[in-house]
DNA sequence: TCACATTATACCTTTTAGGGTATATAAAGA
DNA sequence: TCTTTATATACCCTAAAAGGTATAATGTGA
């Protein structure tokens, strides 16, 4: 459940874009393109925003919703 | 008009922290909040939601809206 | 099964983000 | 004014992000 993962796969499958064909369109290398969809947590801002450029989208603050009432 | 500077200009002050508390508090350097402050693109996403944590957020992906019709 | 396309892993190199420190400027209070 | 605090700028160093390439592992359709 990573917004940005789930966000980016989803999208990229619905346009019907390869990863290679992604990394080449928003101008980031295939490895990035990989570990962004793999959830790697240090990828710099500005390719993120690179990619998300392509569905229209961009990174910005959000609200953290809780999720997990603390039982066991 | 860049969301992520104008979000944590803001919320420091209304928390009443300077750049140098709100570093040790979240776990960066000084350096990074200055640069983020100053609306560095190239910062690593990991320690932008460092910071983003202390004030209950995170980076997340998000519609970019209209903002300028075409006139110049 | 055999191609072919797509995705995943691993290695190497270059570039640079981040941290630390020192100094400079700015702002706020006596 | 002079201090003190906060913020800004500049330097050096280390760690690692990103890219490229090669290879492996999946898939997917004949």
Same mark, same amino acid.
């Given at each position: 459940?990573? !917004?940005?993962?789930?966000?980016?796969?989803?999208?990229? &499958?619905?346009?019907?874009?390869?990863? !290679?064909?992604?990394?080449? &369109?928003?101008?980031v290398?295939?490895?990035f393109?990989?570990?962004?969809?793999?959830?790697?947590?240090?990828?710099?801002?500005? !390719?993120?925003?690179?990619?998300?450029? $392509?569905?229209?989208?961009? $990174?910005?603050?959000? &609200?953290?919703?809780?999720?997990?009432?603390?039982?066991?």
């Open positions: 459940m990573n !917004k940005l993962v789930d966000f980016v796969k989803n999208r990229r &499958k619905i346009i019907g874009l390869t990863q !290679k064909e992604l990394a080449e &369109k928003s101008g290398g295939l490895r393109i990989r570990e962004l969809e793999h959830g790697k947590q240090t990828l710099r801002l500005d !390719k993120v925003n690179d990619v998300l450029r $392509m569905f229209g989208h961009m $990174m910005a603050p959000e &609200k953290i919703e809780i999720l997990e009432t603390g039982e066991k």
